[in-house]
């Protein structure tokens, strides 16, 4: 550290200067004494470290609770003549502490520089500050101005000597050995000031010190006072504003106080004001690396929200330093350009209030023209001021303590506001190059698709010489101070002319740490987010991409390689390396291959999408120059060996599924330690390139598979998305520590500068995330335009037809029974405050609601779990007023059970009858129903052979019932008639037979058996309002192409089964695809919906299984069943079809029934304050309360109800 | 609330092709409204009589049966002196395969026939009954008064 080099010297030789500067003034009696409250922090192997190289430094750091200042004499540390007063602290210097198991654990992502301290480095002079005391002594001459004064935190604090065992050093407590009587040495009969000891041990383990002096049993009160006294026994307090941020610090051993009284009262009382003038010493403790615990633990770091008692002492200490750096009015030399981005957005304030008081950069960087910002320091460095660094620290304490729970969501503003960012990130990227890929790739790229190859290839072969030399992001680069001459004891002075650049340090404004090397910007990731929307070929621009850059960059970047390899072995033993190696020794003996040249790429995607992926690589390859493999299932090789294989076996790229991962990586971490573990797992495997396809799969963090994508080891990283953030910022997060993309992979720095501010409504989160999202992500949008003005992607239109629907009537009698009752319900429990602690049965009522709007009988579909219970009491309950129960009711609807036969029509002319039937065959013109005048829509016999639309006959049977009256054919008067003697005619296109039968109770015969082209069957209630407009619709659209496909989805695949018995009855052909299916299943399943067929076919699709990646470019239309409680859910099932490769119109339907909770969903959708993981989570969600507004709305309980509306 | 295509159909034919005697028109401001006007039969006390009438189809129409009234001053066993009509498919004989056109043609017929048995109108019912022609001579002389 060349920058500390010359200073250091000079600073052993002339301690005074770096110590307290002597005042010449003071009587003898009077030295002033200063509390290095710091170094009393350090342990045994803190000092040691000194220790090294400092010979004199043992006594000086161990003795060092008290530096004494007496003036200009290097012996002020405990020389000669005052040690006699002075109890060393006994300190073993073991040389090896600073190198225990846990200090060595390296940082997966080390976002710092090395904590190379200069071994003689002691302290550096930061600046000073004007603050106010009171006196807690009485009497006369017992201090002047300019008597110099000692710091010293007045209780007894604990001295931790135990070193790695961090919950040790929280509450052991000791105080003999620290106590240290000061007052001998300067002949005063001060009280014993108290050190505090603490090892650097535990230092390291990131307890910082604030741990024992705030969290340790039995002193519960944050105890925030420095006392502060001279030679002569007066004694006083700082002001409790100064004293909050100074504390922590003082605990801690950052800083070091001296000061001197600048005006007092000639006699002091109890309470009497003083002033003083304090300087600041940043310690050697400053920057002692911080260690904290990385990815590899299985600690609670990663499961908890909350942050840890580490995380929060080191907020601690941000928010101080920062509140102290705007006291003082220090600057940064030079600042990061992230906050020089929110500069440009006014003035830069995330989260905590202090970052604010860092001024931009007093030297224009790379990345800056920026104006300075007005220097706080001068209005800081008032009294009148003194309060606001205490205040701002403690709000974002608050804040962020508040926050800990709450979910982040985002609204609907704020989702524009994504929009936004993705429009800024995206600036420009029409006038990226073009790459052609090579010729071994087949398919022809589009020009963007080119330009992404350019990005994506840049990504990964990563220009970094500038990089490399620019500061890191987050760090800022600060100058020690010239201590200025002594007898100007208040000066506000102008800062630069008393910074000494020769003497730097750095900080990290936002994770509080400290450095005295310079840290480098030091990014390794490669790889990115590829985000470009839906259907825009992402896959295919990978596969560009694999073919682009085929091997591993072993050579290409040396440093690259070895900083993965350190980060990523470090926490594994070095045998378990070997094992691997060993393993592709033994698989491929001939082949001399460097282990490092990883040339695979590993792609893992949803396992729907798997043989896609595979296909497609077939596909697009020229033959044999990538060959792909699926690895998953059961049959799962040794990935070592299969990729170890040369030749004709070789294979470029392996597909799993993220499933598969989960579950590889269980067995892995179970495994690996184990002494007879050979390796041959998929992580022990390094790659060139891992790709998540759909990678907002591992969009939980906490979640196994996104912890089983972390840990895969390959040198680029690509992660596929076309919604990389879902509902939350911290979606991204999760691809950010996929890629490793520095420091934002790293929690708390996401947190403190995304989540946070965000939590806190503070518009610069989306500022960040723009910020981080434009060195790394690429997106562009279907509608987006190339640097000629047209579109990048021309698709067919895309036409939405919602349509809203009325429910049948005995239906929206089913309908009303259920809601009321779950809305009295919901009532009830929310009147007794119940409703947080139901709140999952609550799901599962509106569940039945949901469902029951799509058909009445999936509402009686099996109970889930006991969260159901509520729910299937809706149905049993036998409130009062209601004489049946909604079972009954819904049996009745599915006319089974209890609708009693009804009388025997008297008699019927023959000859209607039989002219009937004869037109039954032979007609080919859907005759005409007298009820609404439209074609019969299917069509039903009655017993006096007369004929009309089920819907509309079982409407006038209703209304009749309704009425108290019997119900008569509308046609003839003849009845009465009731559901059970409705016969259903079901004609199959294309064959025209006479007719052979009368009435059948066959449900219809199959499909395959067509000798009748007519059916009459029992009427098939189990019908409903959107299953017969599908069927309706389908019926439409096969006769203007007889080809059609189309897809249907719905969520809940008990309804996919009442559609499938429709289709077969109406002789439409369909195939299903569900979550249940396995993956060849649904290889085969999406295979036989591609073939060419004379007929139309249907893919009836769960939502949640085929909703995402699938390529069903051959259907063009799309009918949405249900409401989904995400809009982008739908919007990606949507784009399975409107993609790339359609080159029909693209017709989608949505059914929505009128006055049900469907449209509530609606409306909350397009808020998008979503529910969304309160149900997808199955009710876990933290923001209960957001939730159950969200489902008042959908009760309808909601501030405004929408009676009015359309629909 | 859109109109039921039914309501659309039927409309579009009573305007085009109404029946003999009968005319029907829905209001501008509500196309479930109808202004109606009915003729006398012939050779019944209601001949040469205009008679108007209002006609109403209701949400659930054509489940449950239009409202109709009418406005003309009608001296009609079956019809009161605020003119609803007493017509068994207007209430419990009502079919949803019935029409605009059907109710129209009923109560057309029933100007024909009146009905004392059935009455609405107990007075007029009770002179009809009692005094035939010279309620059949009062009915003349409303609808001159009334009607023409």
């Known amino acids: 550290m060349d920058v500390d080099e010359p200073v250091l010297p000079q600073l052993r030789k002339s301690s005074p200067d770096l110590f307290f500067p002597v005042s010449d003034s003071e009587e003898e009696d009077e030295a002033p004494v200063v509390l290095r409250s710091s170094s009393t922090t350090a342990g045994p192997s803190s000092s040691s470290a000194l220790n090294r190289g400092n010979g004199s430094s043992s006594a000086f750091v161990s003795n060092g609770l008290l530096d004494l200042d007496a003036k200009d004499e290097p012996q002020l540390l405990f020389g000669s003549q005052n040690s006699d007063g002075i109890v060393p602290i006994d300190v073993k210097p073991s040389p090896s502490a600073s190198v225990g198991p846990s200090s060595n654990r390296k940082r997966p992502m080390s976002q710092s520089p090395p904590s190379i301290i200069p071994q003689n480095f002691e302290s550096g002079y930061l600046g000073e500050f004007v603050c106010e005391g009171w006196s807690l002594s009485k009497g006369k001459g017992y201090c002047q101005p300019g008597s110099k004064v000692v710091f010293e935190r007045p209780k007894p604090q604990k001295v931790v000597t135990e070193d790695e065992s961090r919950a040790v050093a929280r509450s052991k407590e000791k105080a003999g050995p620290a106590r240290l009587v000061n007052g001998k040495v300067v002949g005063a009969k001060a009280k014993a000031a108290i050190g505090k000891q603490m090892t650097l041990g535990s230092m390291m383990g990131k307890k910082a010190a604030s741990a024992p002096a705030r969290k340790a049993p039995g002193k519960p009160v944050v105890d925030q006072i420095i006392r502060f006294r001279n030679e002569r026994g007066f004694v006083g307090r700082l002001s409790v504003q100064e004293a909050g941020f100074l504390t922590h610090l003082l605990d801690t051993g950052v800083i070091e106080l001296r000061g001197h009284v600048i005006d007092c009262p000639q006699s002091l009382s109890t309470g009497a004001t003083i002033l003083l003038n304090v300087k600041v010493y940043l310690a050697r403790q400053a920057f002692v690396k911080v260690e904290k615990s990385g990815r590899k633990e299985e600690g609670s770091f990663w499961q908890e929200q909350k942050e840890t008692i580490e995380e929060e002492a080191m907020r601690k200490r941000k928010d101080a330093l920062g509140a102290l750096f705007s006291r003082i009015g220090v600057k940064p030399l030079r600042s990061n350009a992230l906050l020089l981005a929110q500069k440009k957005n006014g003035s830069a304030v995330i989260n905590e209030a202090s970052l604010s008081h860092f001024g931009s950069p007093s030297r224009p960087t790379s990345a800056s023209g920026v104006k300075r910002s007005p220097s706080p320091s001068k209005r800081s460095s008032g009294l009148s001021d003194k309060g606001k660094g205490r205040a701002s620290a403690a709000n974002s304490d608050d804040e962020e303590e508040d926050s800990g729970d709450e979910e982040e969501k985002l609204d609907d503003e704020q989702m524009n506001e994504i929009d936004t960012i993705y429009r800024k990130a995206q600036q420009g990227d029409n006038r990226l190059e073009e790459t052609d890929p090579p010729d071994t790739f087949l398919y022809t790229l589009r020009p963007y698709q080119k330009q992404a190859l350019t990005w994506m290839n840049a990504r990964e072969t990563g220009d970094t010489s500038v990089r490399d030399q620019s500061l890191h992001p987050l760090w800022e680069e600060y100058a020690f101070r010239k201590e200025q001459v002594q007898g100007q004891p208040i000066e506000i002075e102008d800062d630069e002319d008393y910074v000494d650049p020769s003497r730097k340090f750095y900080w990290n404004p936002y994770s509080g740490e400290l450095s005295l090397t310079f840290p480098i910007s030091n990014n390794k990731a490669r790889g990115g987010i590829l985000a470009d929307a839906m259907g825009m070929g992402k896959t295919c621009m990978m596969a560009s991409l694999m073919h682009l850059n085929r091997e591993g960059a072993a050579s290409d970047d040396p440093t690259d390689d070895t900083a993965v390899e350190d980060e990523e072995s470090a926490s594994k033993r070095p045998k378990f390396k070997q094992v691997t190696l060993s393993n592709q020794w033994r698989a491929v003996p001939t082949v001399r291959k460097a282990p490092a040249s990883a040339r695979a790429t590993l792609v893992v995607c949803p396992v729907s999408l798997a043989s896609q992926w595979h296909d497609e690589l077939g596909k697009m390859s020229d033959k044999r120059t990538i060959t792909s493999y699926m690895w998953h299932g059961n049959d799962r090789t040794d990935v070592g060996i299969l990729l170890g294989q040369e030749g004709k076996k070789k294979v470029d790229v392996l597909i799993t599924s993220y499933g598969t991962l989960a579950s590889e990586y269980q067995k892995w971490k179970k495994n690996k330690d184990k002494p007879n573990y050979e390796g041959g797992s998929i992580y022990d495997h390094e790659f060139l390139r891992i790709v ?168 009686l579909g099996k109970a889930t779990a006991e969260d159901d219970e509520t729910a299937e009491k809706l149905l049993d309950a036998q409130t009062g007023d209601e004489k049946t129960s909604l079972k009954d009711m819904i049996a009745m609807y599915a006319g089974g059970a209890t609708s009693e036969a009804t009388s025997d029509v008297e008699t019927v002319d023959p000859t209607f009858a039989a002219k009937v039937l004869r037109e039954l065959g032979e007609q080919e013109t859907t005759p005409i129903c007298d009820l609404c005048t439209n074609e019969m829509f299917d069509e039903v016999l009655l017993p006096c052979y007369h004929r009309s639309c089920q819907d509309c006959i079982v409407d006038w049977i209703g209304t009749c019932e309704d009425q108290n009256k019997q119900a008569n054919c509308p046609s003839c008067g003849k009845g009465p008639i009731g559901f059970s003697d409705l016969r259903s005619i079901q004609r199959r296109r294309k064959r025209i037979n006479p007719i052979t039968g009368g009435y059948t109770d066959d449900d219809g015969l199959p499909a395959s058996q067509g000798e009748t082209a007519v059916t009459i069957g029992k009427v098939d209630l189990v019908s409903s309002t959107k299953l017969r407009a599908l069927v309706r619709k389908l019926e439409q659209i096969r006769v203007d192409d007889p080809e059609v496909k189309a897809l249907v989805f719905s969520q809940f695949t008990s309804f996919l089964d009442l559609i499938e018995t429709t289709l077969t009855k109406a002789g439409i052909k369909w195939l299903r695809f569900d979550g249940s299916m396995s993956q060849p299943q649904r290889a085969a399943t999406i295979e036989e919906f591609g073939k060419k067929t004379k007929e139309p076919v249907i893919l009836l699709i769960s939502l949640k299984a085929g909703g995402v990646g699938l390529n069903l470019t051959m259907a063009n239309y799309v009918f949405m069943m249900d409401t989904w409680w995400n809009e982008a859910i739908e919007q990606q099932a949507i784009d399975r079809v409107h993609r790339l490769g359609q080159n029909k119109p693209v017709f989608v339907t949505r059914y929505i029934i009128k006055g049900t909770v469907e449209k509530r969903i609606m409306k909350i959708q397009r808020s998008k304050t979503a529910l969304v993981n309160a149900s997808l989570s199955g009710g876990a969600s933290k923001d209960k309360q957001a939730s159950l507004a969200d489902i008042k709305k959908i009760f309808g309980l909601g501030e405004e109800d929408s009676e009015d509306e359309a629909y | 609330m859109s109109l039921p295509k039914r309501i659309l159909k039927e409309t579009e034919r009573l305007m085009s092709d109404s029946p003999p005697g009968i005319s029907a028109a829905p209001k501008d401001d509500n196309l479930r409204h109808f202004d109606v006007t009915v003729t006398g039969p012939e050779s019944s ?79 007029v019912a009770q002179h009809w009954k009692e005094d035939q022609s010279g309620a059949i001579a009062q009915a003349r002389e409303w609808t001159k008064q009334f009607a023409q």
């Open chain 1, 692 to 859: 998540l396809d759909e990678a907002h799969n591992i969009k939980n963090r906490t979640a196994l598979v996104s912890k089983a994508c972390y840990e895969l080891k390959g040198q680029r990283r690509w992660a596929l998305s076309g919604t990389p953030i879902v509902n939350r910022l911290d979606d991204l997060y999760s691809l950010l520590h996929f890629l490793r993309l520095e420091p934002w992979g790293h929690y708390s720095f996401f947190r403190s500068f995304v989540t946070i501010p965000f939590l806190n409504q503070d518009p610069k989160a989306l500022n960040v995330v723009q910020y981080i999202l434009e060195s790394c992500l690429l997106r562009r949008e279907k509608s987006m335009r190339d640097k000629d003005g047209r579109l990048i992607v021309d698709l067919p239109p895309k036409t939405v037809d919602i349509q809203v629907l009325d429910f049948s009537r005995p239906e929206r009698q089913i309908y009303k029974h259920l809601e009321d009752r779950a809305k009295r319900r919901f009532i009830q429990l929310d009147a007794e405050g119940r409703a947080m602690s139901n709140y999952t049965s609550i799901l599962a009522m509106l569940m039945k609601l949901r469902q029951c709007v799509d058909h009445p009988l999936l509402v």
């Open chain 2, 45 to 123: 006390p209601y001949e040469g009589g205009i008679f108007k009438l209002e006609l109403f189809l209701p949400e659930e129409y054509p489940m449950n049966p239009p409202k109709v009234r009418f406005l003309t001053k009608i001296y009609h066993p079956n019809i009161d002196k605020l003119g609803r009509i007493c017509l068994d498919i207007l209430k419990d004989k009502w079919s949803p395969a019935l029409q605009i056109r059907t109710v129209l043609l009923s109560i057309q017929a029933l100007l024909g026939a009146p009905n004392p048995d059935d009455p609405l109108a107990n007075d």
